[in-house]
């Protein structure tokens, strides 16, 4: 982080502003362990970095998915976008959202 700028190269980025990207994918590198498992593959959960969440990624392999999973979809809906600030209300809620 610090070899790449920091914040300050991080904040430039931001002010050249950036696309936002949304997908759905697998990981037959890694078995998506590096989300939500222990990472990199046998090394002991209680080192720092290691334990990456609570899945212990044995029913993560592209295959098994595709295969149990056939057919997943993902729909992206209630997407605001705009100055920081402005696409919500002071108490939190979407800016013009109804209250019901």
């Given at each position: 982080?610090a070899?790449k700028g920091?914040?300050?190269?991080?904040?430039?980025?931001?002010?050249?502003?950036?696309?936002l990207?949304?997908?759905?994918?697998d990981?037959?590198?890694?078995?998506?362990?590096w989300l939500?498992s222990?990472?990199?593959?046998?090394?002991?959960?209680?080192?720092?970095?290691?334990?990456?969440?609570?899945?212990?990624?044995s029913?993560?392999s592209?295959?098994?998915?595709?295969q149990?999973?056939?057919?997943a979809?993902?729909?992206y809906?209630?997407?605001?976008?705009g100055?920081?600030g402005?696409?919500?209300?002071?108490?939190g809620?979407?800016?013009?959202a109804?209250?019901?």
């Amino acid at each position: 982080y610090a070899a790449k700028g920091g914040l300050k190269t991080m904040g430039e980025a931001l002010d050249r502003g950036l696309v936002l990207v949304m997908s759905l994918w697998d990981d037959g590198a890694t078995q998506m362990r590096w989300l939500d498992s222990s990472f990199p593959e046998g090394e002991q959960r209680g080192k720092p970095g290691v334990a990456r969440g609570p899945c212990d990624g044995s029913t993560s392999s592209p295959a098994q998915v595709r295969q149990e999973h056939s057919s997943a979809s993902v729909k992206y809906t209630n997407i605001t976008y705009g100055e920081i600030g402005s696409t919500t209300s002071a108490d939190g809620r979407r800016a013009g959202a109804l209250l019901v």
